[in-house]
């Protein structure tokens, strides 16, 4: 009787156990906290009052984390994103923060922050992430010959596909007339040129199905400098019961991988330009020799130039900028008419 009711009391104590509330998680202990899951990193952010500042810096640890699995590496760099909005969706990547530094200076508010941020990031958050940065408008264009006609557009749209994956905007080439004129395609307001050629041959049957091979190159150019961004291949072989199924087959397979590589390519690209300084083209029209003097007091007091000319009232200046052309005109030559803008490049006269 008397083991009974011990046993009676143990099982009690439990049940009422097992029934008591559990301690709350927060929300960005989502992964384990091992320190081998976490880089701890330490960036600066700015605003107009410490909330702001603290947002920012928050960002920029998110940034890091974008950096870190696309360069696949622990090395991290202070990227660029547009807005606050990725903040709720990526929360939770960020373990835990320390404040480590404020300051106030003319109006600016300065936070320096520690973060232990995770490195399992998800490929859906990946891309979420990187589908919020401000990028180049791009668009591709691979000419059309006798021998390739029936397979180009596979190859056009499935490298279009992969470069919209990566949230890039694309540019409709077809509203343009002279796509040689790379200049022009810069005031139409593309930013960037990706050019190629596509070689697909039927390669004879294998086990009763025809196969084929395909090779496609392509390069990608800044409109408003004509300067080489990223160069790319990639060829594959495909396999069909018909020989022209075959060719599709085996320029689809070579449009993926090229269009993968390529888009990889540009983004790390851009993120290196704004971690560390836009190469924007400034141009301006039908000045005189005496306001030149004073715009390139301006412009050589506030930015790095990498090159500058002017001839027949045309100055041009090559210049490394923190902030977009759209900032640039506002805060620096708003007494100019704006002529033509695009991300890199501004003609004001």
């Known amino acids: 009787m008397r083991k009974s009711v011990f046993f009676l009391l143990i099982m009690f104590l439990f049940i009422l156990n097992s029934c008591s509330s559990q301690p709350e998680t927060e929300p960005y202990e989502y992964f384990s906290s091992t320190d ?4 701890e990193i330490v960036v600066e952010g700015k605003g107009i009052n410490y909330e702001e500042a603290e947002t920012n810096a928050r960002i920029q640890a998110l940034q890091n984390i974008v950096g870190m699995k696309l360069y696949n590496q622990t090395t991290v760099k202070n990227f660029k994103l547009v807005d606050k909005t990725i903040l709720s969706k990526t929360y939770g990547f960020i ?25 399992k990031l998800t490929d859906d958050d990946y891309f979420y992430i990187l589908q919020q940065m401000k990028k180049p408008k791009i668009g591709v264009f691979i000419p059309i010959t006798r021998s390739n006609d029936f397979y180009i557009k596979i190859a056009e749209t499935t490298i279009e596909g992969k470069l919209s994956k990566y949230g890039f905007n694309l540019f409709d080439l077809r509203k343009i007339q002279k796509l040689s004129d790379k200049i022009n395609l810069a005031n139409e307001g593309l930013d960037i040129l ?32 004509g300067k080489l961004v990223a160069s790319v291949s990639a060829e594959s072989g ?26 990889k390519e540009i983004i790390k690209t ?25 715009i390139y007091n301006l412009i050589t007091n506030n930015f790095k130039v990498y090159s500058y000319n002017y001839s027949n009232n045309t100055a041009i200046f090559e210049i490394e900028s923190k902030i977009f052309t759209d900032k640039l005109y506002n805060l620096y030559f708003k007494d100019y008419d704006l002529i033509t803008q695009n991300m890199l490049y501004l003609v004001i006269r």
């Open 36 to 39: 081998n899951d976490f880089d």
């Open 95 to 119: 373990k835990n923060s320390e404040i480590l530094q404020k300051t106030n200076e003319n109006g600016i508010y300065k936070i320096k922050a520690k973060y232990k941020v995770s490195k």
């Open 270 to 294: 851009w993120m290196d330009y704004l971690a560390n300084g836009l190469p924007v083209q400034i141009v301006i029209l039908d000045i005189s020799n005496e306001k030149y003097q004073k």
């Open 194 to 225: 990706i050019e190629g050629n596509i070689y697909a041959e039927y390669s004879g049957e294998y086990y009763g199905l025809s196969t084929a091979r395909s090779k496609i190159e392509l390069k990608a150019y800044w409109t408003s400098t």
């Open 238 to 263: 495909g396999s069909d019961v018909t020989e022209i199924g075959a060719i599709k087959t085996a320029v689809r397979k070579s449009s993926e991988i090229v269009g993968e590589k390529l888009s």
